[in-house]
C-alpha cells in the first residue's frame, strides 16, 4: 500500500502546486528573489485573492517533465526559496494577510552548495517566523512532506492533508535503509500517513485525491470553513495554538 501511494503521488500528472494555485487564486502575483543572492524556482511565492481576501501563498514545485524536475531539484528547496518565503511571511504580517503553504517535497536542498549559502540557518528562521506570524497560517500537504523542509513550510494553525500524502522525518526509502525494514512496513513504525496523524490530532483533515477537480474543490471548502474559523483569533492565540500544534509535529522530525 505504501508503495501504491508513493507511486501516486510522485507521478507526472499528480496536482501540482501551480495548478492549485492557477484555480485558486487566478489573479497569482510572484514574488520574486530573496534580495540576497538569487530567485529559487523550486518554491513559488506570491499573493492574490481567494473568496475576496488576499493571502500569501508559498507552493512547491516538483517539476513534471525531466527539464522541470532538474530546473525544480525535484522539489528540494533552496536556502535562496526559504529567504524569499521568509520575505513574503514578513509581507504577509504587514499587510495582515493569511498565509497558505502548499507542500510536496522530498526535503530540502541538501547540497554542499545550499550548506554554504546557509541552509540550516534559513530553514530555521523560516520556522521562527511561521510560528511569530499574527495572522492565520494554512498548511496542506499535496504529496509528501520530509524533514524539517517541509517542517519550515508546516508549522501553522491548520495542517491539511490529502488522503495519500506522507510528513515524515525522512523519504520511506532513507527510513527503510535505517530502520532495515522494507518500505512497506515503515508506516506501521512511525504514523506517516494522513489518517495516522488524523489520530493523533496531528493534521486536522485528510482530503479526497481521487482526481485533480475533486482535490481542488475540497481544498477550497476547507479553506473557506478554516480562514473563517480562524479570522475571530487574536494573535496571540494563533501564536498559542501554533505552538502547541508545533511541539507535536516534532515527535515526527
Known amino acids: 500500500m505504501m508503495q501504491d501511494a508513493l507511486k501516486k503521488i510522485r507521478g507526472a500528472h499528480w496536482l501540482s502546486s501551480d495548478a492549485v ?18 530567485d529559487d524556482p ?5 499573493f492574490g485573492q481567494f473568496e475576496g481576501q488576499t493571502c500569501l501563498v508559498a507552493g512547491v514545485n516538483r517539476g513534471q517533465t525531466l527539464t522541470e524536475r532538474q530546473t525544480y531539484r525535484g522539489g528540494a528547496v533552496a536556502p535562496t526559496g526559504y529567504r ?12 495582515h494577510w493569511p498565509v497558505i503553504t502548499l ?23 523560516a520556522i521562527q517566523l511561521m510560528g511569530q506570524l499574527t495572522v492565520p497560517n494554512i498548511a496542506v500537504f499535496l504529496g509528501e512532506g520530509e524533514s524539517g523542509g517541509a517542517l519550515a513550510l508546516a508549522n501553522s494553525n491548520r495542517v491539511f492533508m490529502y488522503q495519500h500524502s506522507l510528513f515524515s522525518v525522512a523519504s520511506p526509502e532513507a527510513m527503510q535503509a535505517i530502520l532495515k525494514r522494507p518500505v512497506g512496513e515503515v508506516d506501521q513504525l512511525l504514523p506517516i500517513t494522513a489518517q495516522a496523524l488524523q489520530q493523533q490530532g496531528l493534521v486536522d483533515a485528510v482530503l479526497p485525491d481521487t482526481d485533480a477537480n475533486t482535490m481542488v474543490a475540497a481544498l477550497k471548502t ?20 501554533r505552538l502547541t500544534k508545533f511541539q507535536q509535529l516534532q515527535t515526527l522530525v
Open 21 to 38: 494555485i492557477q484555480q485558486l487564486w487566478p489573479d497569482f502575483f510572484r514574488l520574486k528573489g530573496d534580495r540576497l543572492v538569487a
Open 222 to 241: 476547507q479553506l473557506q470553513t478554516a480562514l473563517m474559523q480562524l479570522a475571530d483569533q487574536t494573535p496571540l492565540q494563533l501564536q498559542q495554538q
Open 103 to 125: 507542500i510536496n517535497m522530498p526535503g530540502a536542498d541538501a547540497s554542499l552548495a545550499a550548506e554554504k549559502q546557509g541552509q540550516s540557518q534559513a530553514i530555521a528562521a
Open 84 to 95: 524569499k518565503f521568509s520575505r513574503g511571511l514578513k509581507l504577509a504580517m504587514k499587510r
Open 42 to 46: 523550486a518554491l513559488t511565492v506570491g
